[in-house]
């Protein structure tokens, strides 16, 4: 077995420094400063270019040269994306082409001439329209859910689109769930994950957010950097799994993204979190981002607009907006606004439309507190996190106790590491984490 891993790194435009600081210094840069350190170790990477901006405003450019080094050395891949993440399925098609071709100048600003061979749609929102528009712009591949694929995926070949012939990797659902929640935080634990099929002719394929990686899962990133250092898996880029299983088969992927659970299936409701018809913030959400990129797209001169408009349709306010069971009405607002204020800067927008664009970010903004006030988001959000915690705490209980006390030791010496530098805040954070794996312990 070969081991293909993914990690996805994004902020949206929207996003405060204080935040990106913060995420950057517990995540980002201690895993590309991981991988420098453990040269064996190949990921792909997708760095949505709004963060590389972001990076450059705020100071981080060391980051930007980590992965400069790390692609000089072979090390790593990036895929190309989407600039200001948008749900791509959700949007016109000459909309779609405007956001990857605005990332592609960016990962030229920063990279050089360097060509991704991938290309990871936002929120892994697949359909035909977006691998058709990945077809046409020079991408030799796409990663999509595993849940896309209208059967059970053999990772012992390589899929393509029936329609476009563009090639088609699926992301393994459990085993990212696994390592993502902390399960498989030790080497001992993944290879018993694994089991027979490290001695297969076959690959794996994980996809995970890079923010998992110490950000969320304090601790994590160091946990990452033993497991891609395994020599009984070895990893490999993406790219370059077609030359080693030339079997392949067509298929005709279902729409779907990788927050898609079976039951957003059953309804044929791919995009719920993002779009859900049974959502009212969803619907208002949508008709303005509608009406903004009518509004735009139909002035001769739509001036500083046009830029607005392009940081403004960014799928994060959509997510928090779900409840599902994810909520920030300060995301919502800010998303709704910036909507409202792209319309208010074209210059020959009727007053009619700037006025319906102020009621419909009105609407978002009272429907949002009277579901926070009416108990709607907290019953929305119980019944999605009953569902989600399936797929994470709930089987460390049944690891090995020495398993898990190995993860509680790797957290203490983080923790002790940071304390003498003084990060209290970061300190608590992994202590927390301690507590909660010293539960399972003592539950055995």
Known sequence: ???????????????????????????????????????AARVTLNINGVLLDLWEEFGHKDVIEMVGQLLDRGQIELT?????????????????????????????KYFGDY?????????????????????????????????????????????QDQETGITLFFRERETSYKILSGQLGTDRLFLEALGARVWKNEYLLTAMDGETFGHHRPGMDRALMELLSLEAVPTVLISELPEKFPQVEKVSPRPSTWALMEKDLEKKVPFA??????????????????????????????????????????????????????????????GAFELKETISMVPAAADEIK?????????????????????????????????????TDSALPGLPKEEIEKMIKHLEDEMEEVTRNREFERAALLRDRIKELDNYVNQK
């Open 1 to 39: 077995m070969i081991w293909a891993n993914f990690l996805h790194f994004y902020q949206p435009p929207t996003q405060k420094k204080i935040w990106v600081d913060r995420i950057t210094e517990e995540s980002y840069r201690r895993v590309l400063k991981g991988l420098l350190d453990h040269p």
């Open 80 to 108: 190309g994306s989407a600039k200001f993440h948008p749900l791509l399925p959700t949007i016109p098609e000459d909309e779609i082409k405007r956001q990857i071709e605005l990332n592609a100048v960016t990962l030229k």
């Open 115 to 159: 060509q991704p061979k991938g290309f990871f749609p936002p929120e892994m929102a697949y359909d035909s329209v977006v691998a058709k528009v990945a077809k046409e712009m020079g991408f030799s591949w796409i990663i999509a859910e595993e849940l896309s694929y209208p059967g059970k995926v053999a990772y012992d070949r390589i899929y």
């Open 273 to 334: 979190r993002w779009d859900d018809p049974d959502n009212e913030i969803h619907k208002t959400q949508w008709e303005l981002t509608e009406l903004a990129i009518k509004t735009v797209r139909n002035s001769k001169d739509p001036g500083k607009s046009r830029e607005m408009l392009d940081r403004a349709i960014h799928s994060d306010q959509y997510w928090w907006a779900s409840a599902r069971p994810w909520w920030s009405l300060e995301m919502i607002e800010r």
């Open 355 to 391: 006025q319906k664009a102020k009621d419909l970010y009105f609407s978002i903004i009272t429907t949002g507190f009277a579901w926070q006030r009416e108990g709607r988001v907290e019953e929305l959000a119980k019944v999605e996190d009953e569902e989600i915690r399936m797929h």
